[in-house]
């Protein structure tokens, strides 16, 4: 076999050495001084001198040209080290550095105050680009709206104390983690601009979703913005059913009182006609129940016109530990505990605060009563524990509001979307009115209701937030649980 010839190696051109700024500088100094220094040799060496003096002369000769060679090498070079230096600062983001010899007299000075302009501008604008970030970062600390930036890959890398809120999880814990699993997964998929329910909680809080995208270091973001709009369309809601109720309720209450009279008249004339005992009697029992569903669906329609027509709060200075203890004592079907806390006067209508307590308690009651056949019906001791207690109604404060808790020992709910639900109920001679209207009396006084199902135990725990002072702030519900 014949071995293939070996291809040549392709001849790379070399490296070129070159030589370093200041060797050049040393060089063509000693080119520059060459003639004169032959010059002068020649001359020196023509003189009728002795060979150690012609050599003394001619090394001092060298000795200048190489001190002089030094100098030139150090005003040339040293300037343009230190604006090196100066540069090299200004890319670490360090502007404390500048030139010195900073003159308009010659080039060098020129360059010197250019780049000392340039380490000036840089740290100005390095000063307002920290104070429009801090700026920017109270600005978005500060927003009510929760808000979210999210990566190309979907996790977490921006949150404000708002979006904390709403997640009950603290920002070093959720950074960096997925919208599926923090249950914003809807926020990127759902259209912009539309309302949407987010699975963060038992709260059924309706947001609205702004979302839009920047960049951040050259990478696609997507910035999320969380509008709470529930109780926008609640008040749309409660606007349409009261519309609904009172049309409905006049339509009725005409049609439902004329039946009742006649369906009383009708029985009394029954009778007293010589007819058939077994026809009277089915014809009466049949009036008697016209008349007992009239009068039914007549209070039916009071309850809802109640609703419909609440008056604003009359406000007082009310003393919420006298309230809470007289509405409690109202209870006596099961053993209703009150958990005292600090003295708190602030201002409600006692009147509907007294009617939403009532309502709740009762409501707390009930539940207990579905899920035992024997309510406990010993009076609550001052200061007994709550595990003893069928119902327990506690309550805190701080400087802005007042935040009320009732506990009960119920089966819970099965369906806590729909608590607030205008017509719904469960019970089976319930009107679907009692829990409205408890939210009702509180957003009027610029307060907040919310219903879930205990973490610690079965039952239900309804949070009441209600401002200390007529509408002096926005409450949040973070009672302790």
Not at 130 to 158: G, N
Not at 386 to 412: C, H, K
Request: glycine fraction near 4%; aromatic fraction near 4%.
């Amino acid at each position: 076999m014949g071995s293939s010839p070996i291809a040549p190696k392709p001849n790379r051109p070399r490296k070129r050495t070159r030589l370093l700024y200041e060797h050049r500088i040393s060089l063509y100094s000693f080119l520059v001084a060459l003639p004169a220094l032959l010059v002068s040799t020649v001359l020196v060496w023509m003189q009728p001198w002795s060979t150690s003096s012609r050599l003394a002369l001619t090394g001092a000769e060298l000795f200048v040209w190489w001190l002089l060679a030094l100098a030139l090498q150090e005003q040339t070079t040293r300037p343009l080290q230190t604006l090196a230096n100066v540069i090299g600062s200004l890319r670490e983001e360090d502007y404390s550095f500048r030139a010195r010899n900073a003159t308009a007299d010659d080039a060098l000075g020129e360059l010197s105050l250019e780049v000392n302009a340039l380490a000036d501008m840089l740290s100005s604008e390095k000063v307002r680009t920290i104070e429009a970030t801090a700026l920017l970062q109270r600005v978005v600390d500060e927003i009510d709206a929760p808000l979210f930036a999210f990566d190309p890959a979907t996790q977490l890398r921006l949150v404000n104390p708002a979006g904390e809120h709403l997640l009950r999880q603290n920002r070093i814990r959720m950074m960096g983690r997925k919208a599926k699993e923090l249950g914003l997964h809807e926020c990127l998929t759902a259209t912009n601009e539309t309302v949407v329910e987010l699975n963060v909680g038992e709260s059924q809080v309706r947001w609205l979703l702004r979302r839009s995208s920047f960049r951040q270091a050259g990478v696609p973001h997507t910035l999320v913005v969380l509008s709470d709009v529930s109780r926008a369309l609640r008040e749309e809601e409660r606007r349409a059913w009261q519309r609904l109720i009172r049309v409905l309720g006049h339509e009725l209450s005409n049609s439902l009182a004329p039946i009742k009279s006649i369906a009383g008249s009708l029985s009394s004339r029954v009778q007293s006609t010589d007819i058939d005992p077994a026809v009277r009697s089915d014809l009466q029992r049949g009036l008697e129940i016209i008349e007992t569903r009239s009068a039914s669906l007549q209070r039916f329609l009071e309850a809802y016109r109640k609703l419909a027509q609440m008056p604003k709060p009359n406000l007082k200075d009310v003393p919420l530990g006298a309230l809470v203890s007289r509405v409690a004592a109202l209870e006596v079907r099961v053993k209703v505990c009150v958990r005292e806390g600090p003295e708190v006067i602030f201002q409600a209508d006692p009147d509907q605060l007294e009617q939403m307590l009532i309502n709740l308690i009762r409501n707390a009651a009930d539940a207990v009563l579905e899920n035992t056949d024997a309510a406990a019906k010993e009076p609550c001791e001052p200061g007994a524990l709550t595990q003893v207690a069928d119902v327990i109604v506690r309550w805190d404060a701080d400087a802005n509001q007042v935040m009320l808790a009732i506990e009960d020992q119920g089966p819970g709910l099965l369906n806590p979307a729909n608590v607030f639900t205008p017509f719904y109920t469960t019970k089976p001679n319930g009107s679907g009115v009692g829990l409205v209207l408890c939210r009702q009396i509180a957003e009027a006084h610029g307060g907040s209701i919310e219903i879930s199902n205990r973490q610690d135990s079965h039952g239900c725990l309804v949070k009441v937030v209600l401002p200390r002072s007529a509408y002096s702030s926005t409450p949040q519900t973070n009672f302790r649980n």
